[in-house]
């Protein structure tokens, strides 16, 4: 299965779906196929079947079986292109930093270079009694960090 031939497919898909962008392809070596699609505004049920259905219609023509699924990224998943990043600003997120620690604040900026979060820290002043919330504000380059996902709180 040829990857870039999937790609252009579903290129051509987000063209008249303007909103939506790709997370992730993959292709197996037996021919499965995963797509993983997300969008500003969310994703239907629908937006996958249509884009299952013209995938499978572009590649009905080759003599390769293959398997294929189409959906939408993980609410819990870890981020996997920038444009998760900018879709979440505002958001609490869960941080893995390269050397292993674990933050958890709110995402409050994202480029195409690195990311802010916001994270809440009890200090307590110099002839206080009682500890104060902060809020300090890291900066990360995505290269410095193992992952990144949208914290769902209950």
């Known amino acids: 299965m040829n990857k870039s031939i999937i790609n252009q497919i579903i290129n051509d898909f987000f063209k008249d779906n303007s909103g939506l962008y790709l997370v992730d392809l993959k292709i197996s070596a037996d021919n499965r196929i995963t797509v993983e699609i997300d969008s500003f505004s969310g994703v239907s049920l629908q937006m996958c079947e249509n884009l299952s259905r013209l ?9 390769e079986d293959f398997e294929l699924e ?26 893995i930093t390269a050397d292993g620690r674990k933050l958890l604040g709110v995402l409050k900026n994202a480029d195409r270079n690195s990311f802010v979060i916001s994270i809440e820290k009890k200090i307590k ?30």
């Not at 995938?55 to 003599?63: P, Q, R």
């Not at 002839?127 to 949208?150: C, L, M, P």
């Open 55 to 63: 995938i499978e219609k572009k590649l009905a023509t080759t003599d």
């Open 70 to 95: 189409v959906g939408s990224a993980g609410l819990t998943s870890p981020f996997k292109v920038i444009n998760q990043y900018f879709k979440n600003i505002g958001k609490d997120v869960e941080v």
């Open 125 to 154: 002043p110099e002839g206080a009694k009682r500890k104060i919330i902060v809020y300090e504000d890291i900066t990360f380059d995505y290269n410095d960090i193992k992952s990144t996902k949208y914290l769902l709180k209950v």
